[in-house]
C-alpha cells in the first residue's frame, strides 16, 4: 500500500485480522484502549509487561520456526523470560535496513498493511518496518492515550484544529506524520498541513521540494477553534518563531490586522508539539526554542482559561517505534506508553544497566506489534531519572551515537523533518 | 601541534626534503628530484655493497641488533614501546615481544641461513662466482635500487625484505607505515655512525610518503628502481600497479597481499592445550598477521565444535588478561556483529571485558560470517580476537572452507589464506598434503606455530632474496 489508509478504513480491516481469536492478542487490544494503565503503579505495570513478555514469546514461537529456534539458541524459555533475555534479543536497528525486517516477520501475519520506511538521509538504505492494519489501529489508539496522559487532559472528539508544519505526503513516510495524522483522524480534530511539495523534478529529494502553504498556515492562525494544536519540527517552531519577532513595527501591524498575530494565539489548552531535537543541527538549543517560541505564541490552561506560557511537548519517535515517547517541557521528561517496556543497556559492554542518571543505550520492546517481536536499539543515548509517575522512570534524550561509535543509522523521523527545512545545514 | 615525521638518511641534503602538511603531521617526503639522480648513481653504491665481504655486511646489521638490545635493557626505548602502543592498539606486552623479536631479525647466522636456502649458489654468491658445476658458475647481483612499501603496525614485517634487501647489496628506501615508521628509523640508525666510506652507511633512505603523494607518483612511474616490493591490498596495490606500468625502467613488482590464516582440528584434539595453543594465536598482534588464524574448522560434530568453543572460551579470558588493551567500551559494530550471528542461528560466545574482548562463533558445514546482511559485517581489519570455528564432517569440507574464505563477504579485501595451523592426526595430515595443489596455501604448520618462521622459510611461496636479486650464469668454455 503506497498511501497511509484512513483510520476509518483501519478499523473495519483490523476487525479481519486473523489473530482476534488469539487471547494473547484479544488481551493487547484491549489493554492498548485501556486509559486506566495510567493510573497504575510502576510494579503493578513492571508485572503486567513481563506477563506480556511471557505470553508474546509464545506468541511468536507458535506462529515462527525463526523465533522458536531463535528462543532456543538463546537458551530462552518464554514462560519465565525477564528484561535480561529482552537485551538479548535486542536487534541494532541497522539490520532492518532494506529488507532485514523479513526474516523477522511471522509468516501469517495480516497482510494489507502500510510499510514505513526512513528518510534514508543518512545515504544508507533505509529501515523498512511493516505494520498491519491491527498493528496500525493499536498504535493510533495507544499512541492518542499517551498523547492525553502528557497533554494533561483528554482531546475531545471533534474539538480543536491542529495544522502540522509539513507536507500531507510525508504521512506516507515519516512515522512522527503518519502517528498525529492517524491520532487525529480518530479523535475527528481536523489537521491542515502548512507545507506544499512542489511537483517532482529528476531526482530532486522530498525535502528539497517542501513549500509553505500560507492559506492554510493563516487559516490556522486565525481560527478561533479550540485547543489549537501545532505540530512541527523543533526548526520549524525556530523558523516561525524568528520570523514574527523579526517584523518591524509597520509589519507587524499589517500582520496584526491580516492575521490576529503577533503573537499566534493557541487558545484554550493550546500546545505545540515537536519532534525530533536538534540532532546536532544548527538549531538552537530546546530551551531557546522554546523561549522563543513563547515570545510569539500564547496560550490558555486548558481548565482555567488563564493565559499560560505554551505548553510544548516533544515526541522521541523513529520508524522501529510502534508508540512514541513523548515529555512536556518542564512538567515531565519522555514517558513510554506504560506497556512498552524501555531499558538501557550499558554502551560499555551492552549489557543491561539500571542506573539513573547514567547514559545508555535506548532499547525498546513494544508488545503491541505482532508481526514482528519488537525489540530494537534504535542508536540513541538517553538518561533515566526516577519519576512518581505510572512508569517510574523518565528519559532524558541525550544524544545519537556517532559514526566513531561504530553507528551508522538513520535519524529519527523528527530528525528527518528538521533535514527537510535546511540547506546545507543552515535554516532557510 | 603538528608532528614531524623525518626522513631516516645519512647523506640527506635539506634541500631534498618537501614538507608535507598530512592530517596533523608534517612529513618530511624526499623530493623525486633529488632522489632520481641518487638513484641513477646507485648501481655505484651497489657496487661497492657488493665488493664489500659478505661477512663485514652480516657483522654491520648484527650489529644493528646488538644496539637495539642494549637500548631496550637500558629503558631507552621504553617511550617507543608506550607510543606504538597507544597506535597500534596493541597490548604493551605484545610489543614487548615484538621488540625482543628485533634482533633475532638482525641476527647474522639467521640472515646467513636464509640467503643460503635462497639463491642459486647461497650466500657465498653473494660476493663472488660459486661453480654449481664443472665450467658452470653463477654470481648473484642485487637487483635494485629496491623500493619497498610497507604496511602494517608491527615493526618485524618491514624489517626483513628492508635488512635481505641491504644485505643482497641493494640501494633500498623503506617507506614504511606511519605507525611504525619512528621504531623502524630507530631500529637503522647506527647505520650513521659507521663511517662515510662505507657503503652500507649511503645503503639506505626509511621515509614516509602519503599516499597521494606527488613524489611517490614520480618515483613509481620515472625512477630507476629495479625492484618494487609492495605489502598490502587494495586499492594501493593497483594503484601502485598502474604507475609502474608506464616506468622505462621496468621495476619487478612483488606484492606481499593482504591473507589470512586458517586453524584445522580434529576430535581427538579436543583438548586444553590445542585450546591455549589457538587462543595464544589469536592474542598475538589481534590477528593482524597474515597467518593469524581468523577462521577454523573443527572435524566433528556441532556439540564437539561447541565444547572446544567453551575451552578455548577459558584460554582466552585467560591469555587475553595478560595481553590486556587499553579500551575502555567494546566497539558497537561488533556488538551489531555479534547480535546478527545469533539471529542467524549461530552460538556465539564473546567476552564483555573491553580490555579482553574476545569472540568466538561456532556454526555448522558452512560459514554462518558468510550469510549475513552486508550492513552487520564488520571488516576482518577490526575483527580482532574473533574466530569462527566451523563444525565440517571431514578433512575435504575443512578444505573447502579454505578454498571458499576468498569469496565469503566477511574476508573483503583477503587475497587467500597464506598459513593453514593445524591440529590432527597423521592420516588427515596426509590428505592436506595430496591437495595442496588445488589450496593455493604458503604454509601448513603445528597449530601455535603460525607466527613463528624458521630461516629456510619462503614468504608467501617466494624466497625474498630471490626477488631482490639476480643471478648471473657463467659458462666460458
Known amino acids: ?428 | 601541534m603538528s608532528i614531524e615525521v623525518p626522513v631516516f638518511y645519512p647523506g640527506i641534503d635539506p634541500k631534498g626534503i618537501e614538507h608535507v602538511k598530512h592530517e596533523d603531521l608534517v612529513l618530511h617526503e624526499v623530493k623525486a628530484d633529488w632522489l632520481i639522480p641518487l638513484l641513477k648513481a646507485a648501481p655505484s653504491t651497489q657496487q661497492e655493497l657488493a665488493n664489500t665481504p659478505l661477512k663485514q655486511r652480516l657483522k654491520a646489521i648484527s650489529m644493528l641488533g646488538e644496539e637495539w638490545l642494549e637500548k631496550l635493557e637500558s629503558g631507552k626505548l621504553s617511550r617507543l614501546k608506550e607510543e606504538l602502543a597507544r597506535a597500534t592498539g596493541y597490548p604493551l606486552k605484545l610489543i614487548d615481544l615484538e621488540f625482543d623479536f628485533v634482533a633475532e631479525v638482525l641476527n647474522q647466522e639467521n640472515l646467513v641461513r636464509i640467503l643460503d636456502v635462497s639463491l642459486t649458489g647461497g650466500a657465498e654468491s653473494l660476493e663472488r662466482l660459486v661453480e654449481l658445476a664443472p665450467g658452470e658458475r653463477v654470481r648473484t647481483m642485487p637487483a635494485g635500487p629496491v623500493l619497498i612499501i610497507g604496511s602494517g603496525n608491527s615493526i618485524i614485517p618491514p624489517l626483513i625484505p628492508t635488512t635481505l634487501s641491504i644485505v643482497t647489496g641493494n640501494f633500498t628506501i623503506l617507506r614504511p607505515s606511519i605507525t611504525n615508521i619512528k621504531a623502524v628509523q630507530e631500529v637503522y640508525s647506527p647505520l650513521q655512525n659507521l663511517p662515510n666510506d662505507d657503503p652500507l652507511r649511503r645503503a639506505l633512505i626509511v621515509g614516509y610518503y602519503a599516499h597521494e603523494s606527488r613524489n611517490l607518483k614520480t618515483l613509481l612511474e620515472k625512477a630507476p628502481l629495479g625492484v618494487v616490493n609492495y605489502w598490502g591490498g587494495e586499492p594501493g596495490r593497483t594503484l601502485v600497479a598502474h604507475m609502474l606500468a608506464v616506468n622505462p625502467y621496468r621495476p619487478r613488482f612483488i606484492v606481499n597481499g593482504p591473507m589470512t590464516g586458517f586453524a584445522i582440528i580434529d576430535s581427538e584434539h579436543v583438548d586444553q592445550q590445542t585450546a591455549e595453543r589457538l587462543a595464544l594465536e589469536m592474542i598475538l598482534y589481534e590477528q593482524q598477521l597474515c597467518n593469524s588464524p581468523t577462521q577454523a574448522a573443527l572435524i566433528g560434530p556441532r556439540h564437539e565444535a561447541i565444547q572446544f568453543a567453551e575451552m578455548l572460551a577459558s584460554a582466552l579470558e585467560k591469555i587475553g588478561q595478560e595481553y590486556s588493551l587499553q579500551s575502555e567500551t567494546l566497539p558497537y559494530a561488533l556488538f551489531v556483529l555479534i547480535r546478527s550471528l545469533e539471529l542467524a542461528g549461530a552460538k556465539v560466545l564473546a567476552s564483555t571485558d573491553p580490555r579482553n574482548p574476545w569472540t568466538i562463533v561456532v556454526s555448522e558445514n558452512d560459514s554462518a560470517l558468510a550469510k549475513l546482511p552486508k550492513d552487520a559485517l564488520l571488516p576482518l581489519h577490526y575483527r580482532r580476537r574473533f574466530i569462527e570455528i566451523v563444525a565440517v564432517q571431514n578433512t575435504k569440507e575443512a578444505l573447502a572452507l579454505i578454498e571458499k574464505l576468498p569469496k565469503n563477504p566477511a574476508y573483503q579485501g583477503v587475497d587467500k589464506v597464506q598459513t593453514i595451523a593445524i591440529a590432527l592426526t597423521p592420516d588427515k595430515i596426509t590428505e592436506i598434503e595430496k591437495n595442496l595443489h588445488r589450496l593455493g596455501v604458503y604454509r601448513v604448520v603445528p597449530l601455535g606455530e603460525s607466527y613463528l618462521r624458521t630461516p629456510l622459510e619462503p614468504y608467501d611461496g617466494l624466497h625474498i632474496p630471490q626477488a631482490f636479486t639476480y643471478t648471473v650464469y657463467l659458462r666460458v668454455r
Open chain 1, 1 to 428: 500500500m503506497a498511501s497511509l489508509p484512513s483510520y476509518e478504513w483501519l478499523e473495519g480491516k483490523a476487525r479481519e485480522s486473523r489473530f482476534l481469536n488469539d487471547p494473547h492478542v484479544t488481551r493487547l487490544v484491549e489493554l492498548a484502549k485501556d486509559k486506566s494503565l495510567f493510573e497504575k503503579s510502576p510494579s503493578y505495570l513492571s508485572n503486567l509487561r513481563r506477563d506480556l513478555l511471557r505470553s508474546s514469546l509464545k506468541f511468536f514461537a507458535r506462529n515462527s520456526e525463526f523465533y522458536e529456534k531463535l528462543l532456543a539458541n538463546l537458551g530462552i524459555d518464554p514462560d519465565a523470560a525477564e528484561l535480561e533475555d529482552l537485551a538479548k534479543l535486542a536487534v541494532p536497528s541497522d539490520l532492518l535496513r532494506g529488507d532485514g525486517i523479513k526474516r523477522f516477520l511471522i509468516p501469517s501475519r495480516d497482510e494489507g498493511g502500510f510499510t514505513f520506511r526512513s528518510s534514508g538521509t543518512s545515504g544508507k538504505t533505509p529501515v523498512r518496518i511493516y505494520r498491519s492494519p491491527l498493528e496500525l489501529l493499536l498504535m493510533t489508539v495507544a499512541n492518542a492515550n499517551l498523547f492525553e496522559y502528557v497533554y494533561g487532559g483528554e482531546l475531545k472528539q471533534g474539538e480543536g484544529l491542529a495544522l502540522f508544519l509539513a507536507a500531507e505526503e510525508l504521512k506516507n513516510h515519516l512515522n512522527f506524520v503518519a502517528f498525529v495524522d492517524l491520532a487525529l483522524q480518530y479523535k475527528k480534530i481536523r489537521l491542515l498541513y502548512g507545507m506544499d511539495l512542489v511537483p517532482e523534478s529528476g531526482d530532486t529529494p522530498l525535502w528539497k521540494r517542501l513549500v509553505p502553504n500560507t492559506k492554510r498556515i493563516a487559516e490556522f492562525i486565525k481560527s478561533r477553534e479550540e485547543p489549537k494544536l501545532f505540530f512541527s519540527a523543533p526548526a520549524g517552531v525556530h523558523l516561525v518563531s524568528q520570523q514574527f519577532a523579526g517584523l518591524g513595527l509597520l509589519k507587524k501591524a499589517l500582520y496584526k490586522l491580516a492575521l490576529g498575530a503577533p503573537p499566534i494565539d493557541l487558545g484554550r489548552g493550546g500546545v505545540i508539539v515537536t519532534g525530533g531535537g536538534s540532532k546536532g543541527l544548527q538549531v538552537p538549543e530546546y530551551h531557546v526554542i522554546v523561549e522563543e517560541a513563547r515570545r510569539v505564541f500564547k496560550a490558555e490552561d486548558k481548565d482555567t482559561g488563564g493565559e499560560v506560557p505554551v505548553p510544548f511537548m516533544d515526541v522521541l519517535g523513529m520508524t522501529e517505534t510502534l508508540t512514541a515517547l513523548l515529555d512536556n517541557y518542564g512538567v515531565m521528561h519522555k514517558i513510554p506508553h506504560p506497556l512498552q517496556e524501555v531499558f538501557l543497556l550499558d554502551p560499555k559492554t551492552y549489557k543491561p544497566m539500571e542506573q539513573y542518571n547514567k547514559d545508555g543505550l535506548l532499547a525498546i520492546y513494544d508488545p503491541l506489534a505482532v508481526s514482528w517481536l519488537e525489540v530494537f536499539i534504535p542508536g540513541d543515548i538517553v538518561r533515566q531519572v526516577p519519576s512518581d509517575r505510572y512508569y517510574g522512570r523518565e528519559f532524558i534524550y541525550v544524544r545519537r551515537l556517532t559514526e566513531e561509535e561504530g553507528w551508522s543509522l538513520q535519524r529519527a523521523c523528527g530528525g528527518t523533518l528538521e533535514e527537510l527545512m535546511i540547506r546545507g545545514g543552515e535554516i532557510q
